[in-house]
């Protein structure tokens, strides 16, 4: 069971499992030979469709169906893009802080993730241009920074762009929580900004849906499909048909966006009632920033607060919060929490913080 405030958790309880369960039902009942034989490595053609004209729509991403490719999560897309387009001892910028998964990703590849710091405009593009130069890839979460919760600028966003395309570095643009904005209409993908074809686009159902489906997509440029094709096909074929095949069913049949449409307003609410009990429990111990996205955030800590031994005494309370630290590879280290509020109750979120209220005044006390 996940604990408050593991990050990344959904609401699962509000997930409409009948309806996915029927669809999914159906397909398991009497599967269609197609549905039983090996499929395209891209991806099932309705899936990839259904795709297409949500994330021109949604996201502003520039695609036909046959430039994106069905993945089992982000973190299989992170892995065949730094495979496919790394060479070993390649330098690649990755953000500060930022997502394990794609530092291993970068690292398993045989190059060297060179981390630059994130600012309130997002990742430093000048920093990242003065310390590695020559780097050939950028990892980057824009929409909402992980795990700062920043939305970088466009002003930043064009930068960036510029610099890709004179440099030919690629750009793996990780749109992992887009979907959840409470405040305004997200920015536009970097994709659609893209002229050059130098970005790889990424997003995952694992915060819309539930992890273990593990389902996520890719779009590349119209030059990159081929090998990007093969890479998937030597990794694994192609990802499960039947799940593949209830997934295009549920969105085009809107249940995905009543869905999410239903989650931003729950997680909306959520992020209200941590705000509430964060001003209530904690007053003055952390800064809270308010959460305008996602499904996180961050409490900032005085700066000498040791964030990861405030995290060992929250776990030994039942609660999982992981320290900010961890997120750095280096440089910068600002001491803070990171707190999940989507996957909890209201009554879990003010027990929770409730609790670590408890480990700090012990941590102050000691
Ligand atoms: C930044 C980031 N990218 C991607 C993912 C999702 O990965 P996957 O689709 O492999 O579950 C997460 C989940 O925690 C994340 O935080």
């Given at each position: 069971v996940p604990l408050p405030f593991q990050v990344g958790v959904p609401a699962l309880e509000a997930f409409p499992f009948e309806i996915w369960n029927r669809i999914l039902h159906r397909y398991l009942k009497k599967p269609s030979r197609e549905l039983l034989f090996y499929g395209d490595p891209g991806g099932y053609m309705p899936l990839r469709r259904a795709l297409a004209s949500y994330l021109t729509v949604a996201r502003a991403v520039r695609c036909t169906p046959e430039q994106i490719i069905v993945v089992s999560g982000a973190q299989q897309a992170l892995d065949i893009a730094a495979r496919l387009l790394l060479d070993p001892g390649d330098q690649a910028w990755i953000e500060e802080p930022g997502y394990a998964g794609a530092y291993w990703a970068i690292v398993a590849a045989g190059a060297r993730p060179v981390p630059i710091n994130v600012d309130q405009d997002g990742l430093n593009v000048q920093q990242g241009i003065a310390r590695s130069p020559r780097a050939r890839m950028i990892y980057i979460t824009p929409s909402h920074q992980f795990p700062l919760g920043t939305t970088m600028t466009l002003t930043r966003r064009l930068e960036l762009l510029r610099w890709a395309h004179k440099s030919g570095a690629w750009v793996l643009e990780d749109?992992?929580?887009?979907e959840f904005h409470y405040a305004s209409h997200p920015i536009a993908s970097l994709q659609g900004l893209d002229?050059?074809?130098?970005v790889i686009y990424l997003g995952t159902f694992s915060k819309i849906m539930f992890a273990s489906l593990r389902l996520g997509y890719m779009v590349v440029a119209p030059d990159l499909v081929d090998g990007f094709l093969r890479a998937k096909a030597v990794t694994d074929r192609h990802c499960h048909t039947i799940e593949q095949a209830a997934l295009a069913e549920f969105i085009i049949e809107g249940h995905l966006g009543r869905h999410i449409r239903r989650m931003r307003t729950l997680y909306l609410h959520r992020s209200q009632v941590l705000i509430n009990a964060v001003e209530k429990y904690l007053g003055g111990r952390v800064e809270l920033l308010r959460p305008d996205a996602g499904m996180h955030t961050v409490a900032w800590l005085p700066l000498e607060t040791d964030d990861r031994k405030i995290s060992q005494l929250a776990a030994a309370d039942g609660l999982q919060i992981l320290p900010?630290?961890?997120?750095?590879?280096?440089?910068q280290q600002r001491s803070g929490l990171i707190l999940g509020f989507a996957g909890y109750g209201d009554h879990e979120i003010r027990e929770g913080i409730q609790k670590l209220a408890r480990v700090l005044a012990k941590v102050k006390t000691q």
């Open positions: 749109d992992y929580d887009n002229q050059s074809g130098n900010l630290t961890s997120f750095y590879q280096k440089t």
